[in-house]
């Protein structure tokens, strides 16, 4: 497929692996095998099970009926928000784990932000019986205190990253670094970022989602194929699986909306495709958020999942061959997105998802269009930024 990364993990000229020398027989063992892994018997049947029996899948794909008629399209939702630790993490935490295990891998490690993959990874690391443990950020860890309480509950050990912004970024660096010092880790990357073959990797977990859209869009809508798919991207995981069994029907419109923050060029943002330049972060050649030194610009958005300086590189690939158009929206067109689909169609959304419903309003909608947007997530943890913010 022309989507998938060649023999040294590049998409056209993003990806690869750029590693220090000690994680290189580490990254090889994974390279070596993960395609073989996840295309066997054993693991397919294992995965869908606890994708079936743990996760609760096939998520949904609900018809919205009242948002389809404002904003005059068919629109359906794909609901990653119902799956069991409530968003479309798990998916890849899942896979990821069966991964470890066929390795022989018993000491688990992730990086976390909002504490969501930090929450999904000791979530499969308590069911698997295997040693957890997250790095974040010390102002995440202060931020973020109910998903610190769900983690420690769960068995996982939690290690603040005390340098930098004290944020997702410094977290990873922090993972990055224990990983070198103990190769024999298994670093479970959250998202479609990091060193080959990690984002091609984490992609292949998440088509789930689009394996399910083609099945449910032909049982509801006589073809496989929508006109448009829509997805909000952070490190670009929910929307690489939205998209993934749709990326060579090329009629089929993807957009991936990114986090304008204050606003683009307010200086507070995390529109990476906007205002990002080619260079190297956590291992990959990518689009990312520098200075004139090449330093990285600190991202803002109002929600923690979209706070990242960076893309996945086959976001940074879709981006560059114009495969996927790229939007954004602002923390306050996002907020008024979730309150608007809260009182229409009864669902919260997470903050990061709301992003992705905030372009509706931008877009030139046919009544004729049908319209998926992945859900990427619930809301229930934003829900103090949603009460705030409506007392305002
Ligand atoms: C983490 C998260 C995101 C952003 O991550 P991606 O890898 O870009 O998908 C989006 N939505 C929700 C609900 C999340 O938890």
């Not at 693991?43 to 009926?65: H, I, M, N, T, W």
């Not at 010390?138 to 990253?161: C, F, H, S, T, Y």
Request: charged share 25%.
């Amino acid at each position: 497929m022309k989507y998938n990364p060649d023999e040294n993990g590049y998409y056209g000229q993003f990806g690869g692996a750029f590693i220090p020398e000690l994680l290189y027989p580490n990254v090889k063992e994974i390279e070596d095998n993960y395609i073989q892994i996840i295309e066997s018997e054993e693991f397919q049947e294992e995965y869908k099970a606890l994708l079936k029996d743990y996760v609760g899948r096939p998520s949904p794909l609900y018809l919205a009926k009242r948002l389809s008629e404002k904003y005059g399209a068919t629109i359906y939702l794909k609901r990653e928000d119902l799956n069991h630790t409530g968003a479309h993490k798990v998916n890849n935490t899942i896979g990821q784990i069966l991964i470890a295990k066929k390795l022989g891998k018993t000491n688990i490690i992730a990086e976390t932000g909002a504490g969501q993959h930090g929450v999904a990874t000791a979530t499969v690391c308590a069911l698997m019986g295997l040693d957890c443990t997250v790095f974040m950020g010390e102002v995440d860890i202060e931020r973020q205190a109910p998903n610190v309480a769900r983690m420690r509950m769960l068995g996982a050990k939690i290690i603040p990253a005390t340098s930098g912004s004290k944020t997702l970024k410094d977290a990873t660096n922090e993972a990055i670094r224990y990983w070198i010092q103990n190769p024999e880790t298994f670093y479970l990357i959250g998202s479609v970022v990091g060193p080959h073959p990690h984002p091609d990797m984490v992609a292949r977990l998440q088509a789930i989602i689009s394996e399910e859209m083609k099945w449910q869009l032909k049982e509801k809508t006589g073809k496989e194929n929508p006109d448009t798919i829509i997805a909000c991207v952070g490190g670009g995981s929910n929307a690489a699986g939205a998209f993934y069994h749709y990326l060579e029907d090329e009629e089929v419109e993807l957009i991936a909306v990114e986090a304008a923050g204050l606003g683009v060029d307010s200086g507070e943002s995390a529109a990476t495709s906007q205002l990002g330049e080619v260079g190297v972060i956590h291992g990959s050649k990518t689009i990312l958020m520098q200075d004139e030194y090449g330093q990285i610009v600190e991202p803002y958005s109002i929600s923690a999942g979209l706070d990242y300086p960076g893309v996945g590189p086959l976001h940074a690939f879709l981006h560059d061959t114009k495969r996927a158009k790229f939007m954004n929206a602002t923390d306050e067109e996002a907020l008024q997105a979730a309150y608007e689909l809260t009182k229409i169609e009864g669902i919260i959304p997470a903050l990061e998802t709301a992003h992705a419903l905030a372009v509706l309003p931008k877009m030139d909608l046919k009544p004729d269009q049908t319209i998926v947007i992945n859900l990427s997530g619930r809301g229930d943890k934003d829900l103090e930024t949603y009460i705030k913010h409506l007392e305002d």
